[in-house]
């Protein structure tokens, strides 16, 4: 059960906080109604209680957002649901360099800010600083996928090192994947504007052309399973902020509940088991290696399963897992970078002579995709100004330790770095607040050593994708994968919105930013297609 509490533990441990006879005769709809209400009761003693020690252990940090006084910080709770953002600008705005705390309902998170104290935490071994675990309280994602991955996170070097070795080779797949998607869902438009809904076309094209190369074809075009998995990013993020109201002791079972992931396993099985089985079958025929032997993250996912004896259940999870990472932050940000494009159409032109200039020297490859700094410039302002979550550069405390400037952080406290807030602080970036595409083409060209301003690089002061050991290892896949989709569409279609120049708000929640889900951007066929 990878460490977590099954549904039988969680039974008997309400039990033992509850009356019994709450669990006489279930089906009464009195008791029915007493249970829920104890159990809520229950919650939120446990929340509070927990809040109130966690609360005592950080008395000497300084609190944004609410008031430190037992059941007074759940408002601070609440805030935080609605205005995190708010919350973090405030408290780094009056304690730049330091920490400060703000209240989660069920605990206090520490904000870490500046690059001196982040560099101190960069450098503390994993021992004392884990990312892992933190994703596991926070995210609640390792309680969803399975304590495992905290133990033995192999999916990262699957990742970081396998999956960006085969960029090159893969791409001819990757480009075709995102054409046949892209024609199929955006609808004929050569004359007239026609109105898309951008975050679900972008969710399916990503899922397509990610899985094109994650499990081939002809898998990555069922429709089934590309509704799972998207399907499954959506719930995951939901079930993450629901996950914040659930004390510490049950967010296990807690978590597989909300997010369903044990039924999604087993549908996923249903699109994936019979290709797992073919592999194994033809792994056991050939031995290690033999000419057509694929050449993917399933493959390469089954053979780490097989080396560490597990079932083929890990090769789902390992798979889920991937796609819920993948498919839900680069389509965010897909749809982010193509309302900027809608909101300013201006910007269209100096991309498009630059990605028709590429490709017809390179075609569609993927040291043309390494060739058109514009976009990379485009695409790295644009997550600079749309974070995946508030808060990047996630850690918990281990064991206690104390900062080079006094502040003692007890074990077993959350860290975290406040997104928006370094990336739109002025001595980080001139005009911060400004959306300036060609930012990091200037920059390049007046830096000896230009490869600190590309979209992948991460630094103290840019960190939408992390920054350190953990810093996304997905990051060359995603920006390779967002450069071919957005080239693609700057090649063929003209973009705007209706009200021209107005950008759609993004939607704030909890630890989710997401790009406005309702916008729709008008698209019209380029009249001198360039392929
Ligand atoms: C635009 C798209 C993406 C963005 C903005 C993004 C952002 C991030 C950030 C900010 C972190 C670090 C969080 C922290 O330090 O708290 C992270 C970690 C991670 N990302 Fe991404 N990501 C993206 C795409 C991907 C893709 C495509 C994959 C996989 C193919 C992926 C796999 C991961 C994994 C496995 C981690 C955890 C790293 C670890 O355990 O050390 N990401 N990502």
């Given at each position: 059960m990878d460490g977590q509490l099954d549904a039988r533990r969680v039974c008997s441990l309400l039990h033992g906080i509850m009356?019994?006879?709450?669990?006489?005769?279930?089906?009464s709809v009195e008791s029915a109604a007493r249970s829920v209400a104890y159990t809520a009761c229950s919650v939120f003693l446990i929340l509070l209680l927990h809040s109130l020690v966690s609360a005592a252990r950080l008395r000497h940090i300084p609190t944004e957002g609410s008031s430190t006084l037992p059941l007074l910080s759940f408002k601070g709770s609440f805030d935080f649901l609605r205005d995190l953002r708010g919350i973090f600008q405030r408290g780094y705005d009056k304690h730049k360099g330091k920490v400060f705390k703000v209240s989660l309902p069920d605990r206090w998170l520490v904000v870490v800010t500046g690059r001196e104290l982040l560099g101190e935490l960069m450098r503390m071994p994993e021992d004392t600083i884990s990312f892992n675990h933190a994703l596991g309280d926070l995210t609640g994602t390792t309680w969803i996928f399975g304590t495992r991955m905290i133990e033995d996170p192999w999916h990262i070097p699957l990742i970081r090192d396998k999956l960006t070795k085969h960029l090159t080779s893969s791409f001819g797949d990757l480009h075709d994947e995102v054409e046949t998607a892209f024609k199929e869902l955006i609808p004929r438009c050569d004359e007239e504007w026609v109105p898309v809904h951008a975050i679900k076309v972008a969710r399916n094209v990503v899922a397509r052309a990610s899985n094109r190369v994650f499990v081939g074809l002809p898998i990555c075009r069922n429709q089934g399973y590309l509704d799972l998995v998207v399907k499954l990013a959506v719930e995951v993020q939901k079930t993450r902020n629901k996950l914040?109201?659930?004390?510490?002791?049950?967010k296990g079972p807690a978590a597989r509940l909300l997010s369903r992931i044990d039924s999604r396993i087993q549908q996923g099985m249903h699109y994936l088991g019979p290709v797992i089985q073919q592999r194994m079958a033809e792994m056991r025929k050939f031995?290690?290696?033999?000419?057509?032997k694929p050449d993917d993250l399933l493959q390469w996912t089954i053979e780490g399963v097989l080396a560490r004896q597990a079932t083929m259940e890990l090769v789902m999870r390992t798979m889920f897992l991937i796609n819920f990472v993948a498919i839900h932050t680069t389509s965010n940000s897909f749809t982010h970078a193509l309302y900027h494009l809608a909101a300013s159409p201006h910007f269209i032109a100096p991309l498009r002579e630059e990605i028709d200039a590429v490709v017809a020297a390179e075609g569609w490859t993927k040291a043309a995709m390494g060739k058109l700094w514009k976009l990379d410039s485009f695409l790295r302002e644009s997550l600079r100004h749309n974070s995946?979550?508030?808060?990047?550069i996630r850690r918990k405390a281990l064991k206690s330790f104390t900062f080079s400037d006094g502040t003692y952080i007890p074990k077993d406290t959350l860290l975290v770095m406040p997104a928006d807030a370094t990336h739109f602080d002025p001595e980080n970036f001139i005009d911060a607040a400004v959306f300036d595409p060609w930012r990091s083409v200037r920059v390049k060209e007046q830096?000896?050593?230009?490869?600190?301003?590309?979209?992948i690089t991460t630094s103290p002061e840019y960190i939408g994708w992390g920054h350190?050991?953990?810093?996304?290892?997905g990051r060359f896949f995603a920006a390779n994968e967002l450069k071919a989709m957005m080239a693609y569409v700057i090649a063929n279609y003209d973009v705007k919105f209706e009200k021209e120049g107005v950008r759609p708000e993004n939607v704030h929640i909890g630890q989710t930013i997401t790009p406005d889900p309702d916008a729709r951007v008008l698209f019209r066929q380029r009249k001198f297609p360039s392929i």
């Amino acid at each position: 059960m990878d460490g977590q509490l099954d549904a039988r533990r969680v039974c008997s441990l309400l039990h033992g906080i509850m009356p019994s006879s709450s669990f006489v005769n279930v089906f009464s709809v009195e008791s029915a109604a007493r249970s829920v209400a104890y159990t809520a009761c229950s919650v939120f003693l446990i929340l509070l209680l927990h809040s109130l020690v966690s609360a005592a252990r950080l008395r000497h940090i300084p609190t944004e957002g609410s008031s430190t006084l037992p059941l007074l910080s759940f408002k601070g709770s609440f805030d935080f649901l609605r205005d995190l953002r708010g919350i973090f600008q405030r408290g780094y705005d009056k304690h730049k360099g330091k920490v400060f705390k703000v209240s989660l309902p069920d605990r206090w998170l520490v904000v870490v800010t500046g690059r001196e104290l982040l560099g101190e935490l960069m450098r503390m071994p994993e021992d004392t600083i884990s990312f892992n675990h933190a994703l596991g309280d926070l995210t609640g994602t390792t309680w969803i996928f399975g304590t495992r991955m905290i133990e033995d996170p192999w999916h990262i070097p699957l990742i970081r090192d396998k999956l960006t070795k085969h960029l090159t080779s893969s791409f001819g797949d990757l480009h075709d994947e995102v054409e046949t998607a892209f024609k199929e869902l955006i609808p004929r438009c050569d004359e007239e504007w026609v109105p898309v809904h951008a975050i679900k076309v972008a969710r399916n094209v990503v899922a397509r052309a990610s899985n094109r190369v994650f499990v081939g074809l002809p898998i990555c075009r069922n429709q089934g399973y590309l509704d799972l998995v998207v399907k499954l990013a959506v719930e995951v993020q939901k079930t993450r902020n629901k996950l914040l109201w659930i004390p510490q002791v049950i967010k296990g079972p807690a978590a597989r509940l909300l997010s369903r992931i044990d039924s999604r396993i087993q549908q996923g099985m249903h699109y994936l088991g019979p290709v797992i089985q073919q592999r194994m079958a033809e792994m056991r025929k050939f031995g290690e290696d033999w000419p057509a032997k694929p050449d993917d993250l399933l493959q390469w996912t089954i053979e780490g399963v097989l080396a560490r004896q597990a079932t083929m259940e890990l090769v789902m999870r390992t798979m889920f897992l991937i796609n819920f990472v993948a498919i839900h932050t680069t389509s965010n940000s897909f749809t982010h970078a193509l309302y900027h494009l809608a909101a300013s159409p201006h910007f269209i032109a100096p991309l498009r002579e630059e990605i028709d200039a590429v490709v017809a020297a390179e075609g569609w490859t993927k040291a043309a995709m390494g060739k058109l700094w514009k976009l990379d410039s485009f695409l790295r302002e644009s997550l600079r100004h749309n974070s995946i979550n508030p808060f990047s550069i996630r850690r918990k405390a281990l064991k206690s330790f104390t900062f080079s400037d006094g502040t003692y952080i007890p074990k077993d406290t959350l860290l975290v770095m406040p997104a928006d807030a370094t990336h739109f602080d002025p001595e980080n970036f001139i005009d911060a607040a400004v959306f300036d595409p060609w930012r990091s083409v200037r920059v390049k060209e007046q830096d000896h050593d230009p490869s600190k301003h590309q979209f992948i690089t991460t630094s103290p002061e840019y960190i939408g994708w992390g920054h350190g050991k953990h810093a996304c290892p997905g990051r060359f896949f995603a920006a390779n994968e967002l450069k071919a989709m957005m080239a693609y569409v700057i090649a063929n279609y003209d973009v705007k919105f209706e009200k021209e120049g107005v950008r759609p708000e993004n939607v704030h929640i909890g630890q989710t930013i997401t790009p406005d889900p309702d916008a729709r951007v008008l698209f019209r066929q380029r009249k001198f297609p360039s392929i």
